[in-house]
C-alpha cells in the first residue's frame, strides 16, 4: 500500500504564497506519478498539477499555470506544490494523488492512492 501525507495548509492573504508538501510511504517513489488535486465546497474534485515518474514531465491547470508549481524530490519521497500569488479562488482541501507509472492524467479516477487532504484559505 501506499501512504500520502500532505501538510503545508492554512491561511494566507490573497496574494501570498504557501508551499504544500506531499510525503510518500509504501512504495518505491520514482515508480509514482504524482499529482495534486483540489476540491472547494459544493464543487467537484478538480486537477491542479502533475509530475510524471519518468521523463520529468509536468501538467498544470490553466487556472494555475504561472503561479503554481509542482516538483518533487525522490530522494526524500516528496512533492510538493509551491502556490504564489494566490487568490481566494484557490480556496479548497488540497489532496495529494499518486498513480504506479501513471501517464500524469489529469482525472481524478485515474490515481490509486490518495491523501487526506490539508485546507488552503485565501482570504480576500
Known amino acids: 500500500q501506499v501512504q500520502l501525507v500532505e501538510s503545508g495548509g492554512g491561511l494566507v492573504q490573497a496574494g501570498g504564497s504557501l508551499k504544500l508538501s506531499c510525503a510518500v510511504s509504501?512504495?518505491?517513489?520514482?515508480?509514482?506519478?504524482m499529482a495534486w488535486f483540489r476540491q472547494a465546497p459544493g464543487k467537484e474534485r478538480e486537477f491542479v498539477a502533475s509530475?510524471?515518474?519518468?521523463?520529468?514531465?509536468?501538467s498544470h491547470a490553466n487556472s494555475v499555470k504561472g503561479r503554481f508549481t509542482i516538483s518533487r524530490d525522490n530522494a526524500k519521497n516528496t512533492v510538493y506544490l509551491q502556490m504564489n500569488s494566490l487568490k481566494f479562488e484557490d480556496t479548497a482541501v488540497y489532496y495529494c494523488?499518486?498513480?504506479?507509472?501513471?501517464?500524469?492524467?489529469?482525472?481524478?479516477?485515474?490515481?490509486?492512492?490518495w491523501g487526506q487532504g490539508t485546507q488552503v484559505t485565501v482570504s480576500s
Open positions: 494523488a499518486a498513480e504506479l507509472y501513471g501517464s500524469g492524467s489529469g482525472t481524478s479516477r485515474s490515481y490509486n492512492y
Open positions: 509504501g512504495r518505491t517513489f520514482s515508480t509514482l506519478t
Open positions: 509530475f510524471s515518474w519518468s521523463g520529468g514531465r509536468t
